[in-house]
């Protein structure tokens, strides 16, 4: 019910002026939209009606300091009418930049915010301290937003707050050191420390990483080093290493439970044969603990043969944990006047190890059409093949308005 409350919010805002000064208001209906689709845990056929809101009301003041965004939905499932009219407020705050002296922005609502070490949706309060020679300090908190499949869940005692230490400086160096806490009825549940870089020394050459560290697990359970590369015009390279080690809140009962380390070691290519043609390739090496690891390869085209038509194709063949996977995807795009037709087929086949074998397919058709430059429509179905469903249809029609 409040999240229906924050929607008529957004409603009306977009409908009456804030204040004399004459404001920007921008409001996109990102969608209304009806879907279908088969329920995998109830095996039944279902109608869904979606309403998508989002709001910008810009240069409120006359500086063009303060602004307010909003964005938002409501559901309702039509075949199943004992559910009530579901909301999610994704985000809605008053945003206030160069509230002094070029050296604070702050952010106030329910907002996103995402540092190295932590990063949820917040009911609180965001502030960025800048422009303190290359140095800047963000500071962060509020009640947690933890959003299930179309509703919210957590109390008043749910909290996530933390602050990061960033460097901006020469060859687009940016450094930031964040430290994050997460609570659970007022108990702290997570503590974090984060490491987040990228520079480019040369112009051909950009290198990036990020670490996160668990103190209560006394864990790294995350870790990201690469190298991106350009030795020609055309010629992109790129190289990577990422670990993860799950880890858990304090108290989760999953945190007594020994697991694994996942380890990747990947490397990629691109290259831009003509203005109209690219190839891309990547290998990637998986570690998921122990003898358990697999080969993964991967193939892409891109492909303008004609004017308004583009064409993508990838495959991909897995080898090793936990069985045989090669899939092909491809489709396709056709600009019409002010229509965009697109198609496409993915066709999976595996083999597992423990488990079933088989292959899964997926056709699936839209169509976008743009009625003025304001108003436009969405039409896509689809029928997966596969082990659950011998025909599984579903799609959705949407009408869109932007102004």
């Not at 015009?233 to 694994?260: A, H, N, W």
């Not at 079933?356 to 029928?383: C, H, M, P, Q």
Request: proline share 2%; charged share 25%; with cysteine.
């Amino acid at each position: 019910m409040r999240v229906m409350k924050f929607l008529v919010m957004l409603m009306a805002l977009a409908c009456v002026p804030l204040l004399s000064h004459a404001a920007d208001v921008k409001l996109l209906t990102g969608s209304t939209q009806l879907l279908w689709y088969q329920d995998l845990l109830s095996d039944q056929s279902k109608k869904e009606a979606a309403q998508y809101l989002r709001m910008n009301v810009t240069k409120i003041d006359e500086e063009g300091k303060l602004n307010i965004y909003g964005y938002g939905r409501a559901t309702k499932v039509f075949s199943s009418p004992s559910e009530d009219l579901d909301g999610r407020l994704y985000y809605f705050y008053v945003d206030y930049r160069d509230a002094f002296k070029e050296h604070l922005d702050l952010r106030a609502g329910r907002t996103y915010v995402n540092a190295a070490a932590i990063s949820g949706t917040v009911d609180g309060l965001h502030a960025d301290v800048k422009n303190l020679g290359p140095v800047g300090i963000t500071l962060f908190g509020g009640r947690h937003v933890i959003f299930e499949a179309k509703s919210e869940t957590g109390t008043r005692g749910d909290a996530l707050a933390g602050m990061s230490v960033y460097l901006d400086t020469i060859k687009n160096t940016h450094v930031e050191v964040s430290y994050g806490r997460k609570y659970g009825d007022t108990d702290v549940t997570r503590e974090l420390l984060g490491l987040d870089f990228s520079t480019t020394p040369h112009g051909m050459v950009n290198l990036y990483g990020r670490l996160k560290y668990d103190t209560a697990a006394e864990t790294y359970n995350e870790m990201l080093f690469g190298a991106k590369v350009a030795p020609l015009k055309d010629l992109i390279l790129r190289g990577e290493y990422y670990q993860s080690y799950p880890t858990f809140d304090i108290t989760s009962i999953y945190s007594i439970f020994s697991v694994e380390k996942y380890q990747e070691k990947s490397i990629a290519a691109e290259y831009q044969l003509t203005s109209n043609y690219r190839v891309t390739v990547k290998y990637a090496k998986e570690n998921f603990g122990g003898d358990a690891d697999a080969d993964v390869y991967e193939v892409g085209v891109l492909a303008k043969p004609i004017k308004d038509l583009t064409l993508n194709a990838t495959y991909e063949k897995r080898n090793g944990y936990a069985g045989q996977l090669s899939g092909l995807r491809f489709s396709g795009e056709y600009k019409i006047r002010s229509a965009a037709i697109s198609a496409g087929i993915d066709y999976d086949d595996f083999r597992r190890e423990i488990s079933r074998e088989g292959t899964a397919k997926k056709y699936w058709a839209g169509l976008n059409y743009e009625f003025t430059k304001i108003v436009s429509a969405v039409v896509r179905v689809e029928d997966n093949i596969n082990f659950n469903y011998d025909n599984g249809y579903q799609g959705y029609v949407a009408i869109q308005i932007n102004y």
